[in-house]
């Protein structure tokens, strides 16, 4: 059994910071994809971030250059450093994994169905 729990979500200012967490537990081994998605209300979950097990990443565009994806493997952790953060980015932020392959062209492609594991989400409010 899979849990992942975020934490970190605030309400912050335009042009301001946060840093998400997520906290994996139970069957982590071998995590081969980790990823952060955000859902707006009203609208369709959209992936933000992705690591690979060799420290690879692919970003969303709108937020290239503003928020950085890293994890911990010894701590099972997966973070999210986010800057110059817009009200456009007010979310639910969720963690997500996969232990499956994911072809590198489509890892680029950030689908969402490629990470069954998923938590229960932090809200970010940028106003």
């Known amino acids: 059994h899979v849990q992942l729990v975020e934490s970190g979500g605030d309400s912050v200012q335009a042009g301001g910071s946060l840093r998400l967490s997520c906290a994996a537990s139970g069957y982590t081994y071998k995590f081969n994809y980790m990823a952060w998605f955000r859902q707006s209300p009203g609208k369709e979950p959209e992936a933000v971030a992705a690591?690979?097990?060799?420290?690879?990443?692919a970003y969303t565009d709108s937020v290239k250059g503003r928020f950085t994806i890293s994890k911990d493997n010894a701590e099972n952790s997966l973070f999210l450093q986010m800057s110059n953060l817009k009200p456009e980015d007010t979310a639910m932020y969720y963690c997500?994994?996969?232990?499956?392959?994911?072809?590198?062209?489509?890892?680029?492609?950030?689908?969402?169905?490629?990470?069954?594991?998923r938590g229960q989400g932090t809200q970010v409010t940028v106003s």
């Open positions: 690591i690979r097990r060799d420290d690879l990443t």
């Open positions: 997500a994994a996969s232990h499956s392959f994911i072809l590198t062209p489509r890892f680029y492609r950030l689908e969402s169905s490629d990470y069954p594991y």
